[in-house]
């Protein structure tokens, strides 16, 4: 009995006796994080609309609002993992918080889209320094036994900020202008600030070595260049462009450049050998592929809602609940599947159920019954939390725990890596297929109208609201040509999950026994170090 209390001891009795009331205050900062892309997802209709009630947006400018925040996130993540174990995370999440909380108060009185997505990068530029130190300060505060089921709920987290943020924005758009969906941050914020300074500890690298600047300058500099050029592919819908090919190869050779700077620095930023883990390495790739998946899919399930079905943005939160609430159950639960049949079996079923999901929408239709919606939603939930859960333990448990801040970086550094690509490139195989469909319908419209027109269904309905009786002829091509584009972007994300489920099945680990599941984890460490 006495090996168990050993470990114990890694945590100061102080921390550990508050540790689940510290996991509440993460899971705050992580909610605002989170909850901020869900709202601005339900919010995305609203701002498409002429001002007063909008900013008037084109596709392309509600596709920058999002990357813009993602493609600062992006590019930052992994540094921002660095300066948190180096200076303490505590310090690095309370600084971040209040950027985050500055950005949103702009954002929230943007004048114009550009605007708009100026202060959206803000927004990013703080979350960057959030996401990664929650999970490093829970992965200090927890003993080893504790952290999958620590990391359980804070996956868990996820669900409830997917959950409370539609219903947040719905609610908001009902009663106030748009830039509500922005300034409800600010006193999330100032509460989340407060309960940091009471309650959570410092942490950091105790070794940290020296800065590694070569390093940090050119991960950012790729990450930056390789996401700005994917999100250009789909917004110009052609990944053939010479702007988007330079951009893209220009970014693949800057981390090329990182990589090599990387093996040969006696002070790296982060050790390349970790990658030499093909279990490390497959967790990480899995996460990229299921958030590559979801993202696209989402993207395009509010204009499913609301413009072809006519529901209001506040209902359409409340449809996804059930995507919200299968996370929530499922995602603390999930180490108890791994702890029966292992995290190949539990991960690679999960991966199945969310192509399945995506795949499932490709039946979709305007009359479906909405119960079929729902059960969809609940089924990608309890897919994701399935996947999420155990691969992000695999991932925090191979790297030591005082390079917790570089681990946690690199998870969410390639999770949305893989959420940009999926709502570039699945946006853009959405915006190829609608304009394909619609295009023959826009023949009586002038040439620059005919154009704006074809850009995405909104931009339809409103040309054919603005025509009047004449318009209404356009409703229905409208649907139909979205449809039909809806179909295809969605068994492409179904394609992407089913490749993610092959990754796993032949990489991660199978079930072991107990005893050798320690050992396990000891060899992960082992190969870490």
Known sequence: MTSPAAPARRVPEAVHRLRWAILGVLMLSLLIVVLDNSI??????????????????TQSELEWAINAYTLVFAGLLFSAGLLGDRLGRK??????????GIGSALAAFSGSPAELIGFRAVMGLGAAFVMPATLAVLMNVFERDEQPKAIGIWAGGVGLAIAIGPITGGLLLDHFWWGSVFLINVPIVALAVALMLWLVPDSRDPNPGRIDPVGVVLSVAGLVLLVYGIIKGGQLADFTDVTVVSTIGAGLAVLAAFVWAEKRSDHPSIDITYFKNKVFSAAIGAIALVFFALMGVTFFAVFYTQSVRGYSPLETGLLMLPLAAAQMVFAPRARLLVDRFGNKATTTAGLVVLAATLAAFAALDAD??????????????????????PVSVVIMQALPREKAGSASALSNTFRQVGGALGIAVLG????????????????????????????SIEATLAVAERLGPRGEALVGPANDAFLHAMHVTALWGAGVAALGAIVVAVFLPGRTPASEGKGQDEELVSAAD
């Open 368 to 389: 479906t019954p909405i119960w079929i919606l729902e059960v969809v939603f609940f089924l990608m939930g309890a897919g994701m939390a399935h996947v999420m859960t």
């Open 91 to 100: 310090k690095v999440l309370i600084g971040g918080l209040v950027v985050f």
């Open 428 to 455: 853009s195989v959405l915006s190829t297929a609608y304009r394909n469909g619609i295009e023959d319908e826009l023949g009586l419209l002038p040439p620059g109208a005919r154009h704006s027109a074809g850009e």
């Open 40 to 57: 601005l997802n339900v919010a995305i209709k609203t701002i498409s609309t002429p001002a007063p009630t909008g900013l008037g947006a």
